[in-house]
């Protein structure tokens, strides 16, 4: 399984950016996937994920900001990133679990390398 990560960047606050995750060796729509987040110095956090069904998990400090959507066809997991703070300066990962994951709490199983999203003031 590879997860690649891309889209992000250098923006200004209340600005908008689009993660993608491109997945090979595996089936999106048959597995939970998730959008994790790092700031520098400290812990990883779960910022958005989608289960199998279809149900949706966000972060309180995201919701209504931040969008998780997934294209089986594509085989391609995304995060939609609108209104962004500073405080989103993060190095963002993509995650997959599997069929049985808790979407929620995880864990996740796979990672991919990460894109750095720098939100300027």
């Known amino acids: 399984v590879q997860l690649v990560e891309s889209g992000g960047g250098l923006v200004q606050a209340g600005g908008s950016l689009r993660l993608s995750c491109a997945g090979s060796?595996?089936?999106?729509?048959?597995?939970?996937m998730a959008w994790y987040r790092q700031a520098p110095g400290a812990v990883r956090e779960l910022v958005a994920a989608?289960?199998?069904?279809?149900?949706?998990y966000y972060a309180n400090s995201v919701k209504g900001r931040f969008t998780i959507s997934r294209d089986n066809a594509k085989n391609t997991l995304y995060l939609q990133m609108n209104s962004l703070k500073p405080e989103d300066t993060a190095m963002y990962y993509c995650?997959?679990?599997?069929?049985?994951?808790?979407?929620?709490?995880?864990?996740?199983?796979?990672w991919g390398q990460g894109t750095q999203v720098t939100v300027s003031s």
């Open positions: 995650a997959e679990g599997s069929y049985y994951t808790d979407y929620e709490r995880g864990p996740y199983d796979y």
């Open positions: 989608i289960s199998v069904g279809g149900n949706l």
């Open positions: 060796g595996s089936i999106f729509a048959m597995n939970a």
